[in-house]
């Protein structure tokens, strides 16, 4: 089940990744929404396979799909993950509308983790000026069955296995440990 926090507008841009959970955020708001499809471009080589991918996947359906590209090399006193997400909410914050994001409940617990490993737990908000995150109480598992019972296709990152990446080791290795646990318990 797909939940969904506070009420949207009529109009909306979804950031599409092209993955299970913008893929199927942007299908689902894509029946009773007027939506635009955002895609951005790390310029990476996936990120040209992927923007393929979502370009024809919006021109099958219909829906208006614009891309933004990353122009600038990373700053040596970035992380690459942090630059891509600067220069992304650069992009998304040149809409007027409000841009919804593919942010799901896995993503709040694997960025707790994430900052409180470096010493400040954060939890993701709703909202980050015309960015919203309405789906942040929903599973990603409930995003991956919904492209699986209506068949709409994605794409996964291979960057999200590579253990170069702190969020893959989340992801990865301490997650399943901890639904484990969780499972252990009868939770």
């Avoid at 708001?29 to 895609?39: E, I, K, Q, R």
């Avoid at 790390?42 to 990120?47: E, N, Q, R």
């Avoid at 291979?158 to 992801?171: A, C, E, H, V, Y």
Wanted: glycine share 6%; net charge negative.
């Amino acid at each position: 089940m797909l939940r969904i926090l506070g009420k949207l507008p009529r109009e909306l841009v979804v950031a599409v990744s092209g993955g299970p959970d913008s893929m199927a955020i942007l299908d689902f708001l894509s029946n009773n929404h007027d939506v635009t499809a955002a895609y951005f471009n790390h310029g990476t080589p996936f990120g040209e396979e992927c923007k393929h991918f979502v370009k024809e996947f919006c021109e099958e359906r219909d829906i208006p799909f614009v891309l933004g590209i990353n122009l600038f090399d990373c700053p040596p006193e970035k992380s690459m993950e942090e630059h891509w997400r600067d220069e992304r909410y650069k992009f998304f914050r040149s809409f007027g509308e409000r841009v919804v994001t593919g942010h799901n409940l896995d993503d709040v617990i694997e960025w707790f983790l994430f900052s409180s490993l470096h010493g400040q737990g954060k939890i993701i908000p709703y909202h980050n000026r015309n960015v919203i995150r309405p789906f942040i109480s929903t599973s990603k598992r409930s995003l991956e069955d919904w492209c699986e019972r209506k068949d709409v296709p994605f794409m996964i990152d291979p960057g999200n296995t590579d253990r170069k990446f702190m969020r893959s080791i989340i992801r990865n290795d301490i997650m399943p440990h901890a639904r484990e646990l969780r499972a252990a318990n009868g939770l």
